[in-house]
């Protein structure tokens, strides 16, 4: 596409302006071929008009779009032309306060006058490692750079700052020493880092001054060569310094100031080391007054002085050396202020005061006499060839000749102390490479230009050749690597000038030849330079008006310099009178500055070879007498630059450039006049020239289709993106020129990469306008379909409205005429109860008067009846009773009659036997009788009672009724008796009632009269007091409100003071435990650094012979154990275990004889306890017999009968079961004597399958019992409950029943006798009941002991179940039989007491046992002898193997041993529990730390074994050492673990695995020794077992708090390994990444490629972070690591991950876009997502993220309002003031339709956050690692039951 089809309407130009350089303006109509005039539109709506030149017709240059303003690289630029440049770079400084900038290799950094927060630690850290297009630009870049070229390429390196004075080069080239020193560190202990940049401030106070661009002005040139060793550490510096305006020093401009030493030592004279240089204040010196600009703002000249002293001594310059230096540059200013007298008769002659102070003091403080340099300052020396002249000077000779003095000495003291501090850096070792750092003077032009500007240019001419040809090559090697075809380029080429000024017969050699004549002037050697060279040249030019001048064109302008001074500038002569003077000196560091001077050197002379060799720069020469032989200044620094070209070439250059951007020093101001004419005076512009002749845009082929996909249709898009881009393109630019295509990359002509951005957004544009047409349709829809909604709702409520009023008004008519008929009604009701009220009360007077006289009649007759009544029952009873009186009387007297006879036949049969014997013989029947008649009796008494109950509850019922009509009746009895009395008095009453009732109505009406006003006058004093009390009330509501919202913010306030006091405590307390684990951190880098030393002198002393430690190659089956470990196996060593096969039968016959004994004994015991109890029960039986009476009830005899049952058939089922063990035991013996030979006891033979049998029966069996006894149980317990209940109901019915037996008796006399012995049968009764309650509880407290036993039966046999199972095969039968012998020994003692009453069935038992133990004694002989029989022929068969397979052997695992037949059968189980503890002796602790802790294979161990096995095993070993008292032992056992701990740390110390391990094993060895302590607070969740096994002699706290510091190392350690691994993740995984495709626009890139987001092959995505996490989280719980631990580490890991993201967010503009925050929290959403999955919520992983989620969040929410800028505040917590503007400032728009951050918006931002108090660090501290804790976590795990496996080669422990 043609460049002029470009200028359409509304593309955007730049044209020329006279002040601000460039302008922008905008076409307002197309441009046709042939226009000479463009009319265009400026940025502030002004129209005007631009001509086109006819000849070349060139047009403006047109801008970029502004979504490529801002770029980091200018050389991304799409237009690449000094506007774009400018505009670019004004952008970036002031709009994003970015200062640094790529315009292709090189860096252009801009001065912003303020000091920026971006040189901290924290940034080195973040660009160290870093490519140098993946971070924004940066000094710390372009130095990583550097030094990851020397170590990748083995190649020297040099970074070239150059620059005008101010524009901050001196300050960028101590930033890229900093970074070299922070980052690569010093390979000795000498800190040669902090030397190095230690040199900064003396060499700034030797050679620094101010001038009117810059306060701090370096005034000499300076390389400094940075070398380092084979591992690329600092091992030293050299420094090599050019051209030191030594003319500073007697003179300065306006406004300037002479070098700060002196100004320094003139603020210091108060100190008393200063007193004696005598000095004062600055303006007090001829030579520091010049200026009249003696101090800057802001520095303090004395402080200055305390940090260069601070740093001489630093560099080795001690106080005598320093005090020397002082009271040499003292002398120097007192040399200024002495004055030189003119002779008024001679004028050639002048004089110097006698006893000048100044020159009395400078003499004295050099040491020299005052009379020979009073007289040499005067005069000067002539020599002829025969002769020598002393010849006076004239005053301004002599003022000149005092002033070269001064330079010189003042140049001598600057080379010594430049001599000394490569003295100082010097190199203790050899080099192996440097990096090289030259600031250097910029291009100069001032209004009077010298000898000195023209030496800066020369140099500035050479630099920028070299610079050419390094771009020129860059630009040719990028082309064939593409295989692009190279077109020759045309660039500015310099050498013409260089050949001017260094070419025999130029400028420099005019003039040395010049200096060498007798009589040569400035102005003669002007008139040579115009012959030479005028009108021969256009470099040289002679001005118009002068003829003392010359102007030589530079590359970056023309330059004007005035020949004056010229000479006498490039002699520098100094007398040599004077400096004889000086040598005689009695100060010895002045007698060495020109003394010890070396003929052959210069001061600025440069090292004599480019050699890797390190350079000196040389010392003063003394003056020669010869002059012929002397240099001049031109030509040393001709031969220094020289050496300084051939040094760069040897090197990789970096390139620097420093920008000025205002000559007024103010903060982030920039002056496009002072920028454009820098930028063309450093390069910059020729670099852009250089890359737009080419093709300056380039692209991947996979970045070019991300971008440009939207140009693309989809049938265009094939599988080869190389093709997909060519066809592409072949479509969219016409002219192939504009293009080339590369083997990765595709290159474009200028303007074609901005074609493109135009048919993309013009693309997005139309889909846009689709999209917005869409959903304005959509949105117009949907607001008319609202309003329609809201018309018919409205329409809905008006009507719903009217219908509602007409209701209301039909309801109000209805309610109306209700009302008047309800009125009308109750008016009409009213009268009808008036009169029949009044007809009511009349007929009630009239029926009371009928009825009282009705009632007066009644009453006198009933009383008539009364009197009758009683008169006639009087007599009657009288009557009455004198008959019965009479016949009581009679009845009597033939009673006694009767009586009296009856009496005396009873006394004479009473005497008579037989009457006795009949009277006993019917008792027993008639008592029996009696007994069935009481019971009658009862029964009837019972229901009697009952019937009189029932009859005495209706007859109080009835008698309640009749009382209560009885007072009821009297009542109205009297009632009627007054009602009658106040008829009559009524009537008086009704007459007199009626004349009150007219008086009361009249009342009545006045007072309702009066009642009406009070009435109105009390509603208004109630409607005042109404509203008084609510105003009181509303009053007392807000009083309320008041104090409660008072009450609520000082409970607020006091809670938020406490929740703050809480925090700051929490913080103060983190505080303190981070800078206690940060000093236990530095504690153990000294203690590494201190072994590192160690190695290092162990390797440097020559190794003696000796036996040497070599790793063990032991290898163990590993996968072979499980947790099985646990349950108890008692392993022993292989030599013991062949001792005890070797004499296994005599043991065996020793073991059986003494559990022989032990039988007989325990059977003996038994028999006397079951002695004991017969004599027991038979006591309680005879008890209970005697208690028993003939007449037991029923009850109690089948009570008995059931439990003789019960214990029958107990005792057949008990003899059953002893017949099927006998028989059992039988089949065993059998089963052993079928075969003799290993193979009986092998898995699979008969006998296992017996044993297995008998094992499942008997646990069958077990069940069964358990179920039996369950069920007897809750039979008796039923029983007992039916028992209680009947022996209480009978004891509370007894009572009721004598009762009743007396009540009935009253009357039966005769039968007394007989109910007392009822009594007296019916107590002994009671108490055989109670004989068989005891009886009963003594038969239930023996089955609850059977079931007891029978439970201990049970848990027994499992316990022994579980043994034999984890027993090897041989040993289970052994153990069975042992498990047999003790269950019949128990049976044994069951069938004694079942045989207890039968004495010889019992013996006849004992003797079979006997019998049957005899027969399997008889049984393991034999078998003893089988299998020693087998032994010796399996020894003699593994004998014939092992001659024929030698080695085999060694490859068997302990897994195939442990089934070798040569195992010993018998095993016995050990009587005695094991307590937990470990037995080793003292020599095999270093074997125990060996292969427990160096030698042991983490991976194994977590995977197959009990998590924290070496830390139990440990402690179990230190338990025993507590045990026995041995604190020697427990000492060194826990110092060799901690050292073991640490060795295998610090020898695979990037190892995760071991390092998880070894954390997760000494938290738990802290936890032990803390729940084992014996302290309370640790014992709370033991069990007693675990308390029993508690420390008894020791108090192991202090090593409690060593272990809990190693075990905070290993953390830190865990933390730096996880960080060394995520790492290299988190930028490519976290930012670079496009987890969610298409949603990231890639911008065009310069020659800085940043890294691709795409995920190719080997690059770190987010699932790369997840699966890394996922292995450090599994790894971690394989390990038995604490869950808060994990916690704590996951919470580190994620602020790792945080940390180091928003650290490259903040320092890479290209990642600060709306898309990159939506990948961001895309990303962070994931990682949420881990955390839930892994119930991880609650570690506060989540809470470290806060600052990422919010820089997402605020890449992402609007930036334009107030209430943007408020909601940004508010949400933007977490993150600092600065954070917030760097993003803000660093927002790039992706896409045209994105909007920039204006400079308002961000300066509102900052008045608001003004107030915040955070810190001022723009970065995290990615290294910042959080105080670890330990939470105390007990083990249930009890100690006895640990196993140790054979794999971990420890057999020498033995379990106690």
Not at 316 to 325: A, C, F, K, L, R
Not at 821 to 839: C, D, G, N, P, V
Not at 1246 to 1274: F, H
């Amino acid at each position: 596409m043609a460049a002029s089809e470009l200028f359409t309407k509304f593309a955007r130009v730049w044209i020329p302006d006279t002040e601000d350089v460039w302008k922008s303006a905008e076409l307002l109509k197309d441009y046709k071929p042939g226009d000479t005039v463009l009319h265009l539109k400026l940025e502030d709506d002004k129209e005007t008009q631009h001509k086109i030149d006819p000849q070349t017709k060139e047009l403006p240059p047109l801008r970029n779009p502004d979504i490529l303003v801002g770029e980091n690289d200018l050389t991304a630029l799409s237009y690449l032309h000094e506007p774009a440049v400018l505009h670019n770079l004004k952008v970036r400084f002031m709009d994003s306060k970015l200062i640094y900038t790529y315009c292709g290799i090189v860096l252009v950094a801009i001065n912003p006058y303020e000091q920026l927060p971006i040189y901290g630690e924290d940034i080195i850290n973040a660009y160290s490692g870093q490519n140098m297009g993946d971070m924004d630009p940066h000094i710390f870049a372009v130095a990583e750079e550097a030094y990851k070229q020397m170590a990748r390429d083995e190649r020297n390196q040099s970074i070239i700052v150059s620059g005008e004075s101010g524009a901050g080069k001196t300050v960028s080239a101590k930033y890229a020493m900093r970074y070299f020193a922070t980052v690569s560190g010093s390979a000795s202990e000498a800190n040669v880092e902090e030397k190095v940049l230690a040199s900064n401030p003396i060499m700034e106070s030797i050679g620094n001054a101010k001038t009117t661009r810059n306060d701090n002005s370096s005034r000499f040139g300076k390389y400094i060569e940075i070398g380092f060793d084979k591992r690329y550490r600092i091992i030293g510096a050299n420094m090599r310094t050019y051209l030191l305006e030594k003319s500073r020093v007697v003179f300065q401009a306006e406004d300037e100031r002479n070098y700060h030493i002196l100004y320094q030592l003139c603020a210091s004279k108060h100190l008393p080391e200063f007193k004696a240089l005598r000095l004062s204040h600055a303006q007090n010196f001829h030579y520091t007054n010049l200026g009249g600009s003696p101090v800057i703002e802001g520095i303090d000249d004395a402080k200055e002085m305390r940090n260069t002293r601070q740093a001489c001594s630093l560099l080795g310059i001690n106080e005598s050396y320093q005090m020397g230096i002082f009271h040499i540059l003292a002398a120097v200013l007192h040399l200024g202020n002495v004055a030189i007298k003119s002779n008024e008769r001679d004028a050639d002659n002048c004089f110097i005061l006698p006893n000048t102070e100044h020159l009395i003091i400078f003499c004295d403080l050099l040491g020299v006499d005052y009379e020979q340099m009073a007289h040499w300052l005067c005069h000067r020396k002539i020599v002829t060839g025969s002769e020598t002249y002393i010849k006076p000077m004239p005053k301004f000779q002599a003022i000149n000749a005092r002033d070269a003095l001064a330079k010189h000495i003042y140049a001598s003291v600057f080379n010594w102390i430049v001599h000394h501090v490569n003295k100082a850096l010097h190199a203790s070792i050899k080099q192996h490479s440097f990096i090289g750092v030259l600031d250097i003077y910029g291009f100069e032009t001032f209004e009077i230009n010298s000898f000195e500007q023209f030496c800066i240019n020369y140099a500035n001419e050479k630099l920028q050749q070299q610079f050419n040809m390094h771009v020129f090559k860059l630009e040719q090697e990028e082309y064939m690597k593409e295989q692009i075809p190279w077109t020759l380029i045309d660039f500015y080429d310099n050498q013409p000038c260089i050949n001017l000024i260094e070419a025999k017969l130029g400028i420099l050699d005019l003039l040395d030849e010049e200096c060498k004549m007798p009589r040569g002037s400035d102005d003669t050697w002007a008139q040579k330079l115009y012959n030479t060279h005028l009108n021969k040249t256009t470099l040289f030019h002679k001005p118009r008006l002068s003829n003392k001048a010359f102007i030589i064109q530079h590359f970056a302008d023309k330059v004007e310099y005035q020949c004056e001074g010229f000479l006498e500038k490039n002699k520098d002569t100094v007398y040599e009178e004077q400096i004889t003077v000086l040598k005689a000196s009695k100060l010895n560091l002045l007698a060495e500055l020109f003394h010890d001077e070396k003929p052959a050197t210069s001061p600025t002379e440069g090292r004599p070879s480019v050699a890797r060799a390190t350079v000196k720069s040389a010392k003063p020469r003394a003056l020669q007498p010869s002059k012929e032989h002397k240099k001049s200044v031109g030509h040393q620094f001709r031969n220094s630059l020289h050496l300084l070209m051939e040094t760069l070439n040897a090197t990789t250059p970096h390139y620097v450039r420093c920008i000025k951007p205002n000559d007024d020093k103010f903060a982030f101001t920039f002056d496009p006049k002072r920028a454009v004419q820098q930028l063309r005076a450093c390069g910059v512009l020729e670099t852009i020239r250089i890359s737009a002749a080419g093709f300056p845009s380039r692209w991947t082929y996979q970045e070019f289709f991300n971008r440009y996909r939207v140009l693309m249709k989809q049938k265009d898009v094939l599988s080869d993106k190389k093709l997909t881009c060519r066809n592409v393109l072949e479509k969219l630019i016409k002219d192939q020129d504009k293009y080339q295509f590369g083997k990765t990359k595709i290159f474009f002509r200028a303007g074609q990469v901005a074609y493109l951005e135009k048919l993309r957004a013009d693309k997005l544009r139309a889909a846009c306008i689709r999209i917005q047409k869409t959903i304005r349709s959509w949105l117009q829809r949907k607001k008319y379909l609202r309003m329609r909604k809201a018309a018919i709702t409205i329409q809905r409520y008006v009507r719903g409205y009217q219908a509602k009023c007409y209701a209301q008004f039909l309801r109000r008519t209805r309610a109306a005429i209700l009302i008047q008929k309800f009125q009308r009604m109750y008016s009409a009701w009213q009268k009808f109860l008036r009169i029949r009220s009044a007809t009511i009360v009349i007929q009630s007077f009239v029926r009371g008067f009928r009825g009282r006289r009705q009632f007066k009649a009644i009453l006198r007759e009933q009383k008539a009846i009364i009197l009758q009544k009683h008169v006639r029952s009087w007599m009657a009873r009288s009557k009455y009773k004198r008959t019965h009186h009479a016949i009581i009387y009679l009845q009597c007297c033939y009673r006694r009659m009767m009586a009296k006879r009856e009496l005396k036949k009873l006394k004479i049969e009473a005497r008579s036997v037989e009457h006795y014997k009949t009277l006993n013989i019917g008792m027993e029947n008639k008592i029996m009788q009696l007994q069935c008649k009481v019971n009658d009796q009862t029964k009837e008494m019972k229901s009697l009672l009952e019937k009189l109950s029932g009859l005495e509850t209706t007859y109080t019922n009835e008698t309640e009724k009749l009382r209560t009509e009885v007072d009821r009746l009297r009542a109205n009895e009297e009632s009627a008796k007054v009602s009658s009395n106040k008829i009559t008095s009524l009537m008086e009453e009704i007459v007199i009632l009626r004349r009150e009732l007219k008086e009361t109505q009249a009342q009545k009406k006045r007072l309702e009269e009066g009642a009406d006003k009070y009435k109105a006058e009390t509603d208004l004093m109630v409607s005042q007091l109404k509203e008084q009390n609510a105003l009181l009330k509303n009053e007392k509501e807000e009083l309320n409100r008041q104090i409660q919202e008072q009450a609520k913010e000082i409970t607020e306030s006091m809670e938020k003071r406490m929740e703050e006091e809480t925090k700051q405590l929490e913080i103060d307390l983190n505080d303190e435990r981070s800078r206690y684990q940060s000093l236990l951190n530095e504690f153990c880098r000294l203690e590494e650094r201190y072994d590192n030393l160690k190695e290092e002198i162990s390797l440097v002393n020559v190794t003696k012979p000796g036996h040497r430690r070599t790793d063990s190659t032991h290898s163990s089956n590993e996968s072979e154990y499980t947790y099985n470990s646990l349950l108890s196996s008692d392993p022993g060593e292989p030599e013991d275990g062949t001792r005890r096969m070797e004499e296994f039968p005599e043991q065996k016959g020793a073991l059986d004889m003494s559990l022989f004994l032990k039988l007989q004994k325990r059977v003996s015991e038994l028999e006397q306890e079951k002695q004991a109890l017969q004599e027991e029960l038979d006591r309680k039986e005879d008890q209970a017999l005697r208690s028993k009476a003939k007449e037991a009830e029923d009850q109690g005899v089948k009570a008995r009968g059931a439990e003789l049952e019960y214990e029958s058939l107990k005792r057949q089922e008990l003899e059953s079961e002893n017949k099927k063990l006998k028989n059992e035991l039988n089949e065993l013996h059998r089963a052993l004597s079928e075969k003799a030979s290993p193979a009986v006891t092998a898995p699979g033979s008969p006998a296992y399958k017996v044993l297995l049998d008998q094992l499942t029966a008997s646990s069958e069996e077990l069940e069964v019992r358990k179920e039996e006894v369950l069920i007897l149980r809750s039979q008796l317990v039923s029983q007992k409950e039916a028992m209680a209940h009947k022996e209480s109901k009978e004891t509370m019915t007894e009572p009721m029943v004598l009762l009743e037996d007396i009540c009935k008796m009253k009357d039966q006399g005769e039968i007394t006798q007989a109910y007392m012995g009822l009594k007296e049968t019916n107590r002994l009764l009671e108490s055989q009941l109670q004989g068989q309650k005891k009886n009963y509880e003594n038969e239930l407290e023996i089955l609850h002991g059977e079931v007891q036993n029978l439970k201990e039966e049970i848990n027994r046999q499992q316990q022994l179940l579980a043994q034999n199972l984890q027993l090897p095969p041989e040993a289970r039968i052994e153990a069975s039989l042992q498990h047999e012998i003790t269950r019949l020994t128990n049976e044994n003692l069951y069938y004694e007491e079942l045989y207890a009453d039968d004495p010889m069935k019992y013996q006849f038992y004992r003797i079979s046992l006997y019998k049957r133990i005899i027969d399997l004694m008889e049984q393991l002989e034999k078998q003893d002898k089988t299998v020693r029989k087998l032994k010796k022929q399996l020894k003699v068969f593994a004998k014939k193997i092992g001659e024929l397979e030698v080695g085999q052997t060694e490859n068997v695992s302990p897994a195939q041993l442990a089934d070798e037949p040569i195992r010993p059968v018998n095993i016995p189980r050990k009587e005695k529990d094991f307590q937990g503890m470990l037995e080793y002796k003292k020599d095999d602790e270093l074997k125990l730390i060996k292969n427990l802790i160096l030698e042991l294979k983490p991976r194994g161990v977590a995977v197959n074994l009990i998590p924290g096995l070496p830390a139990y095993i440990l402690f179990m070993c230190v338990r025993h050492a507590d045990y026995i008292n041995d604190d020697q032992r427990v000492r060194s056992l826990l110092t060799s673990t901690i050292n073991g701990i640490k060795k295998i740390l610090k020898k695979r110390s990037d190892d995760f695995e071991i390092v998880s391990f070894w954390l997760s094993n000494t938290c738990r060895f802290l936890h032990c020794l803390k729940q084992y302590s014996g302290e309370e607070a640790f014992m709370k969740h033991n069990t007693p077992r675990q308390n029993d096994h508690c420390l008894r002699n020791f108090d192991l706290a202090e090593y409690r708090q060593v272990i809990s510091d190693l075990a905070i190392q290993i953390y830190q350690q865990l933390t730096k390994v996880m960080e060394n691994v995520l790492q290299p993740m988190i930028v490519s995984g976290m930012l670079e990444h496009e987890t969610i495709q298409g949603v990231s626009g890639l911008k065009p890139t310069g020659l800085r490629k940043r890294t691709s987001s795409v995920a190719d092959e080997g690059t770190y995505t987010l699932d790369s972070i997840v699966r890394q996490l996922n292995n450090f989280h599994s790894t971690m719980c394989q390990h038995g690591m604490d869950p808060e631990l994990i916690k704590q580490i996951v919470k580190q890991m994620f602020y790792i991950i945080g940390s180091v993201t928003l650290n490259n967010l903040l320092l890479r503009k290209d990642m600060c876009s709306w898309s990159k925050g939506m990948q961001i929290r895309y990303n962070v959403s994931q990682l949420e997502e881990w955390l839930r999955d892994k119930n991880l919520q609650t570690s506060g992983a989540k809470e470290t993220l806060e600052p990422l989620i919010q820089a997402a969040q605020l890449l992402q929410v609007k930036k334009k309002t107030d209430e943007d800028a408020e909601a940004i505040c508010s949400m933007c917590s977490a993150l600092t003031t600065a954070q917030i503007v760097k993003v803000l400032n660093l927002y790039t728009p992706v896409n045209e339709f994105e909007e920039r951050v204006t400079a308002s918006f961000i300066r509102t931002i900052q008045v608001r956050l003004q107030n915040r108090k955070d810190s001022p660090q723009l970065l995290m501290d990615a290294k910042h690692i959080f105080p670890v804790t330990f939470p105390f976590n007990p083990s249930s795990l009890a100690l006895e039951s640990i196993q140790i496996p054979s794999s971990m080669n420890l057999g020498f422990l033995l379990r106690v």
